[in-house]
T-cell receptor, first 120, second 114 residues
Framework: AQTVTQSQPEMSVQEAETVTLSCTYD???????LFWYKQPPSRQMILVIR??????QNATENRFSVNFQKAAKSFSLKISDSQLGDAAMYFC?????????????????FGKGTKLSVKP | NAGVTQTPKFRVLKTGQSMTLLCAQD?????MYWYRQDPGMGLRLIHY???????AKGEVPDGYNVSRLKKQNFLLGLESAAPSQTSVYFC?????????????FGPGTRLTVT
């Protein structure tokens, strides 16, 4: 079974600086997706960025980028020019694409989350 | 286009009471999911459905039942609530397909069982 580990329960960053959140995962599959979700105090789950395992290029969305190391099974999120609105829980998630993707392989497996605080 | 909606947003139950949480989506998505979120645990899958009339168990299904009588609705039932079911419940949906990556989440329901 796949697992996702976020080893940093809490992180803090100064406004305008850069912070990196860590995520590692365990899988025997070669084809899968990885995601970072943001959950602000409103509770809404917001997709921040996604990475397809077969793509070597790291995904980027504006101030958010990932460092995807497939061999090391590592998927970190870098937030540049941090803003007060970035303060939230961040969840790393894994999803398989193989086999019966109508079944459980298509479901998201979440890490326990990292709480990010942004200091003004 | 409301996306994914959940009813109710908050609820307090006494131990042994029953209730049903309703999830509705207007995106014509085939797949729907129910998760629970507990402090320090992330989101865990309770049940899911790959189409109207079909349901399957996820990681933590005990104490819950689900039904998908209509494609747009996915109901989560608690027949006899227990304090261990105090949690925030999220519904999500997505389009069918292995390369369809995004799950759309509802706003969540905070349930307290006393």
């Amino acid at each position: 079974a796949q697992t996702v580990t976020q080893s940093q329960p809490e992180m803090s960053v100064q406004e305008a600086e850069t912070v990196t959140l860590s995520c590692t995962y365990d899988t025997s599959e070669s084809d899968y997706y990885l995601f970072w979700y943001k959950q602000p105090p409103s509770r809404q789950m917001i997709l921040v960025i996604r990475q397809e395992a077969y793509k070597q290029q790291n995904a980027t969305e504006n101030r958010f980028s990932v460092n995807f190391q497939k061999a090391a099974k590592s998927f970190s999120l870098k937030i540049s020019d941090s803003q007060l609105g970035d303060a939230a829980m961040y969840f790393c998630a894994y999803r398989s694409t193989g086999g019966n993707y109508g079944g459980s392989q298509g479901n998201l497996i979440f890490g326990k989350g990292t709480k990010l605080s942004v200091k003004p | 286009n409301a996306g994914v909606t959940q009813t109710p947003k908050f609820r307090v139950l006494k131990t042994g009471q029953s209730m049903t949480l309703l999830c509705a989506q207007d995106m014509n998505h085939e797949y729907m999911y129910w998760y629970r979120q507990d402090p320090g645990m992330g989101l865990r899958l309770i049940h899911y459905s790959v189409g109207e009339g079909t349901t399957a168990k996820g990681e933590v299904p005990d104490g819950y039942n689900v039904s998908r009588l209509k494609k747009q609705n996915f109901l989560l039932g608690l027949e006899s609530a227990a304090p261990s079911q105090t949690s925030v419940y999220f519904c999500a949906s997505r389009r069918q397909g292995a390369r369809t990556y995004e799950q759309y989440f509802g706003p969540g329901t905070r349930l307290t069982v006393t």
